[in-house]
């Protein structure tokens, strides 16, 4: 593989997040830095409806974030449920620093991120306010939508030049959720997963899916049996939908990084790509196989 240091993530909005990221290990930062600062462009980003701020409201029109981070030598963090703040990634990243704990939820979660400083935002747009009273208007049946639509997540990987992994993952979850629907994304080998040892991975989509597969662990471990990133990403898929009947109806993608710096994704659907970033290639979108056409 090409070696460190390797950028990755998920969708279009992942080409800014790289580009923070990759400054921060230009700049000789470790990869969990780098993680950390990559997606902190997308949840500042008021025009990505799927994440931090702008990030569309749950049913009762309240933005509750989910956001998780993991170092590569095993530590990490998560915040579930937050709200007004602007960085959950930056709480996470706080609660795996400065607490004996992983996981803060909900209300508990703002009070720490309150005591640690942070200032709150009110993260609900004119526009995400709007098309969520269209979308209350077209739904009187309140029901959440299950789609190939609902998702757009930002998870990152990262690989710095000392062989160092990291992942990061932030979410505004599903759109019109259930308050209090906590996703993949701030689950510890659901949503994200970093082993030095093997690789790291993340994935996007539907989240309950994601979930019931335990997905980005069953990627590293599939890559520790000395499966490709590809490959592991496309086994994983297969279990996703062998526990998910209904994923004709869903959308589920993962990428990974070897430890090598060697990169690879796959999804359900076709319509899923991420951004890579190497210093040989430089920031690129790439379209990775899917499972459906
Ligand atoms: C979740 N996987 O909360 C995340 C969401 C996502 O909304 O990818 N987009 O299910």
Redesign the pocket.
């Known amino acids: 593989g090409p070696g460190g240091p390797v950028v990755i993530s998920t969708w279009q909005h992942g080409l800014a997040a790289n580009e923070a990221a990759w400054e921060v290990l230009q700049g000789g930062g470790n990869a969990l830095d780098a993680a950390e600062a990559g997606v902190k462009v997308t949840e500042a980003d008021p025009t990505v409806s ?1 994440v931090g701020l702008g990030g569309r409201p749950d049913r009762d029109g309240i933005v509750t974030l ?1 956001a998780a981070i993991m170092d590569g030598a095993g530590d990490c963090g998560s915040v579930m449920a937050l709200q007004d703040i602007l960085h959950p990634i930056s709480v996470a990243r706080r609660v795996m620093d400065n607490t004996p704990h992983v996981m803060l939820a909900g209300e508990g979660a703002r009070q720490f991120a309150l005591a640690e400083g942070f200032p709150t935002t009110n993260l609900l747009t004119e526009d995400s306010k709007q098309e969520w009273e269209q979308w209350k208007r077209d739904n009187p049946g309140y029901r959440p939508p299950i789609n190939v639509e ?4 930002i998870g990152l990987l990262a690989l710095d030049a000392q062989g160092r992994l990291a992942a990061a993952c932030t ?5 019109y959720k259930y308050h209090g629907r906590v ?3 701030p689950i510890v080998g659901a ?1 994200l997963y970093a082993d030095n040892e093997v690789g790291a991975a993340t ?6 899916a ?1 979930v019931r597969a335990c997905g980005s662990f069953l990627v590293v471990e599939l890559m520790r049996q000395g499966h490709s990133p590809t490959e592991a990403c496309r086994m994983a898929v297969e279990r996703v939908i062998a526990k998910n009947p209904d994923y004709r109806e869903i959308q589920v993608g993962f990428i990974a990084l070897a430890k090598d710096g060697t990169t690879g994704g796959y999804c359900i659907h076709p319509n899923f790509d991420y951004a890579v970033y190497t210093a040989a290639e430089g920031n690129r979108m790439v379209v990775p196989d899917s499972k459906l056409t």
Do not use: F
């Open positions: 799927t989910d609902n998702h757009d997540t979410t505004s979850g599903a759109a996703g993949d994304s949503g994935a996007t989509g539907w989240g309950e994601v």
